[in-house]
Structure formats: structure tokens, C-alpha cells
């Protein structure tokens, strides 16, 4: 097999984990407001979260995490050199940063679908921020590699991480301030 295509799909496989990683937050979230809703509403969101969630995990997530893995450590094989440039070597620390995320995942997985509740939703909304700030840092971290410098990489990433944060918080001061589960009582009764 040709090293581009290795390499193709290492990228490829990178792709589906980052979607698996960025929705499941979204499924744990919906299933913890699920569980402010009344029956019969409650119990059919919570299944139904439960199977996606499931689904998504062990079909899509962890399958493409595994292959991410396999098929980068095969581009190594092929150009070992790689592994002696700076910049390779802090994106491997954000990608061990993300397989640690990913673990965070798994149980926080295992934990919702016993029915038992860590978080609120909005921290979830939080936790939910941290796959796009790693994905910010690898991707500009391979494509500009060494060409700035990293102390401007390492601020421009806190500061993307800041705006996040605030970007989460004025969401929720909206979503409060509209009162989004009127809209979707109405949205409802028709």
C-alpha cells in the first residue's frame, strides 16, 4: 500500500474521531436536560439518547480512534524523521491530550447510561469546547509547523480557548434569557 494512502487515511479516520468526539458531548448533553422533562417525554428521550449515544461510541468513535492510531503509526514507520521535528512533538502532545479526552468520554459514557448525572449541562457545553480547541492546535500546528513561533501558537490557543468560554457563557445567558423550553412547549402542542 503506497504511503499516500496511509497517510489518507490516517487523516480520514482523524475526521470521523473528531465528529464522534464533537457530537457525543451534545448527545450527553441532551440526555442530562431529558431528565428535567415529565413522562412519558423523559423516558423516551433518555432511550432514544442512550441508543445514539451507544451507537455513535462503539460504531463510529472508537473504531476511528483506533485507526487513527494504527495509521499514524504507520506514517511514522515510513518517515520516521518526522519524529524529530519540534512541531510533531507538540502535536503529539495534543493528540495523547485528546486520546485523554476521549478516555474522559468513556466514562462519562459508562456513567449516563447507568443514569447517573456528574455534570450539569452547562459544564458539558464546556468539556464540549475542548476537542476544538486541540483540533485548532493540530491542524495549525501542521500546517504552518515551524514557520511561527510558539509562543504566538501557544497564546493565539489560550486566547481561541478564552473566546470559547465567553462564546458558552453568553449562549447560555441567550438560551435563558429567550426561554428556549417555551418555544418548545408550543413547538409541541401544534
Not at 422533562?37 to 463510529?60: C, D, E, F, H, V
Not at 518526522?82 to 478516555?103: C, D, I, N, R, T
Not at 501542521?142 to 465567553?166: E, K, N, R, Y
Amino acid at each position: 500500500m503506497s504511503v499516500y494512502y496511509i497517510k489518507a487515511l490516517h487523516i480520514i479516520f482523524v475526521v470521523t474521531w473528531f465528529a464522534g468526539l464533537f457530537y457525543i458531548p451534545r448527545l450527553f448533553i441532551y440526555q442530562v436536560e431529558a431528565e428535567k422533562k415529565l413522562a412519558p417525554a423523559k423516558s423516551i428521550l433518555q432511550t432514544q439518547y442512550k441508543l445514539m449515544a451507544k451507537r455513535l461510541w462503539y460504531i463510529i468513535t472508537w473504531p476511528s480512534a483506533i485507526l487513527t492510531f494504527i495509521f499514524g503509526f504507520w506514517t511514522f514507520y515510513h518517515f520516521p524523521e518526522y519524529l524529530q521535528e519540534p512541531w510533531m512533538l507538540v502535536k503529539l502532545s495534543f493528540v495523547l491530550a485528546l486520546y485523554f479526552y476521549h478516555g474522559f468520554c468513556h466514562n462519562l459514557y459508562k456513567k449516563l447510561q447507568k443514569d447517573i448525572i456528574p455534570y450539569t449541562a452547562f459544564k458539558l457545553r464546556v468539556i464540549n469546547e475542548i476537542p476544538t480547541i486541540i483540533l485548532f492546535a493540530v491542524v495549525f500546528l501542521v500546517t504552518v509547523q515551524s514557520a511561527i513561533s510558539w509562543l504566538w501558537g501557544v497564546v493565539g490557543i489560550l486566547l481561541f480557548g478564552v473566546i470559547l468560554m465567553l462564546a458558552t457563557k453568553l449562549y447560555k445567558k441567550l438560551r435563558q434569557k429567550k426561554s428556549w423550553d417555551k418555544a418548545e412547549k408550543e413547538v409541541l402542542e401544534k
